[in-house]
C-alpha cells in the first residue's frame, strides 16, 4: 500500500490561513485606527502608513499611542493645497467607488464645501452625483473664475449618466410608445402575432392544428407626430439633489425622442419651468437652486395648466413629499387629473440611495387615490414610464 505524505499539503493550508488571518488583522487595524484600545496590536509598514494617515486625516480624533511613531489627526488643514494632496493619496490607494464616499464624507465632516469653490480642488476631485449636487449647491456663491470647471466637472458626470442610461431608455420608451399605438386593423409586417394567438385561441381548429385569426392586433407605425406628453416635475430643495441630476439627464432623453413632448419643471416655493433648457442637461442643473422650502401644490398648479390632452399625458412629480404649501389642494389637484385620464406618477426618489425620508401620511393619501409612491432607480426608470405611457400597472419594486 502506498502511503501519501500529507505534510506539505497541510503546510500548506497553515501557511494561507495565517496569511488569511493577518489581512484581517491588518484590514481591522485600519478599519480602527491604532488607538490603544484597538485591541489588534498590529504595526504598519509600507503603504498602509501612507493609507493609514488618509484614513486619519479624515477619521481620526486625538493622536495615536503605541503602533507607529506617527501621530494621528483629525483634519485635513484649511488650505486647498493639503486638501488636494489629500484627493491625490485617496484616489492612489482606493477605488473610485471608496474614494467618493471619502469625499462625501470630507465635505460632510470636516466643511470643506468652501474650498470646492476653489479650480485647482476641483479638478482634483473624483466627480460622481453626490459632488455634483454639492457643487449644484454652492453655484449662487461661486466665483466666477471657477464656474467654467464646475461645469466640466458636472458635465463630465452627466455625460457619464448619459452613456451608461440613454440607449436603454430610448429603446423602452419607443416600444411603449409603439405598442400604445396599436390598430385593430394592420398591415401584415405590423401585427402583434402574441397578441392577435392570444386574443383568438377560442377559435382554435384541433383537428388543422391552428388558429383562425378572425381580430387582428397590430402596431401603429411610427410617425413624426407628438403621440405622448411628459411632464417631469421635479423637487428641487436640498435632499433631493441626486434626484435632480437623473432628472436633468432623462428630460434631456425624451427630449430627443421626437413622439413624446417633454416638459421639465423644478420647483421649491417658486416654480421654474426649464423646458427651453431641457435639450442641455448641464443647463438645466445650473438653472436650479437646491435648498429651500417646498410647495408641490403650487408646482402641480402649473403643470395642470399646461396640459392640453389629458389622455395622452404623463405627469410624473418626483419628491419626498414634504409639503409646505396646501396638502388638500394638492391631493385635488392630482385626483383631478387621474380624473381626466392623465397618467400620474410619485417617485420619492431618482437616484440609486433607495427610499428617503419622506412624508408618509401624503404617500398613504396618493396611493388612495391609484397614484403609489416610491423610489425609483435610474435603470428601473424607463419601465416605470413604459408602464405609465401603456397605462399599465407601474412595476413598484417590493419593500
Not at 488618509?54 to 489627526?73: H, I, K, M, V, W
Not at 425622442?257 to 421649491?268: A, E, K, P
Not at 437646491?290 to 403650487?298: A, V
Amino acid at each position: 500500500m502506498a502511503v501519501t505524505d500529507r505534510s506539505g499539503g497541510a503546510g500548506d493550508s497553515r501557511e494561507a490561513a495565517d496569511r488569511a488571518a493577518d489581512e484581517r488583522l491588518r484590514r481591522w487595524r485600519l478599519v480602527l485606527g491604532g488607538e490603544d484600545a484597538d485591541g489588534t496590536g498590529r504595526a504598519l509598514a509600507g503603504s498602509d502608513v501612507a493609507m493609514d494617515g488618509a484614513l486619519s486625516a479624515l477619521y481620526g480624533s486625538g493622536r495615536r499611542r503605541g503602533g507607529n511613531a506617527a501621530d494621528r489627526s483629525a483634519g485635513l488643514g484649511a488650505s486647498a493645497p493639503s486638501v488636494a494632496r489629500w484627493l491625490g493619496d485617496i484616489r492612489t490607494y482606493f477605488p473610485s467607488s471608496v474614494v467618493q464616499v471619502m469625499q462625501r464624507d470630507a465635505i460632510d465632516r470636516l466643511g470643506l464645501s468652501a474650498l470646492l469653490m476653489e479650480p485647482e480642488m476641483l479638478e482634483a476631485v473624483e466627480a460622481d452625483v453626490h459632488l455634483v449636487g454639492t457643487l449644484l449647491s454652492l453655484n449662487k456663491a461661486m466665483p466666477e473664475t471657477t464656474k467654467e470647471t464646475a461645469r466640466a466637472v458636472v458635465r463630465k458626470v452627466v455625460q457619464d449618466i448619459e452613456k451608461r442610461l440613454a440607449t436603454r431608455a430610448r429603446a423602452t420608451l419607443a416600444g411603449a410608445l409603439d405598442r400604445s399605438a396599436r390598430i385593430s386593423r394592420p398591415r401584415h409586417r405590423d401585427i402583434d402575432w402574441d397578441r392577435t394567438i392570444r386574443a383568438n385561441l377560442k377559435n382554435y381548429l384541433p383537428e388543422h392544428g391552428t388558429v383562425v385569426p378572425e381580430r387582428l392586433i397590430g402596431y401603429g407605425r411610427a410617425s413624426q407626430s407628438v403621440k405622448k406628453e411628459i411632464v417631469l416635475c421635479v423637487d428641487q430643495s436640498g435632499s433631493m439633489a441626486a434626484s435632480v441630476v437623473y432628472a436633468s439627464v432623462f428630460g434631456a432623453v425624451l427630449a430627443s425622442m421626437r413622439s413624446i413632448s417633454t416638459r421639465l419643471v423644478v420647483f421649491d416655493t417658486a416654480v421654474v419651468d426649464l423646458t427651453d433648457q431641457i435639450e442641455d442637461p448641464v443647463d438645466v442643473l445650473f438653472g436650479t437652486q437646491l435648498g429651500g422650502g417646498t410647495d408641490i401644490n403650487r408646482a402641480l398648479a402649473y403643470c395642470q395648466s399646461r396640459i392640453t390632452r389629458p389622455a395622452d399625458t404623463v405627469v410624473v412629480l418626483i419628491s419626498d413629499l414634504y409639503e409646505g404649501g396646501i396638502r388638500d389642494e394638492m391631493l385635488k389637484r392630482v385626483a383631478a387629473m387621474k380624473a381626466s385620464g392623465t397618467q400620474f406618477v410619485a417617485l420619492l426618489a431618482l437616484s440609486d440611495e433607495g427610499t428617503p425620508a419622506y412624508d408618509r401620511e401624503h404617500a398613504a393619501a396618493l396611493a388612495a387615490l391609484g397614484a403609489p409612491a416610491f423610489a425609483c432607480t435610474p435603470d428601473l426608470f424607463p419601465e416605470v414610464m413604459a408602464a405609465a405611457i401603456e397605462k399599465r400597472p407601474l412595476p413598484v419594486p417590493e419593500g
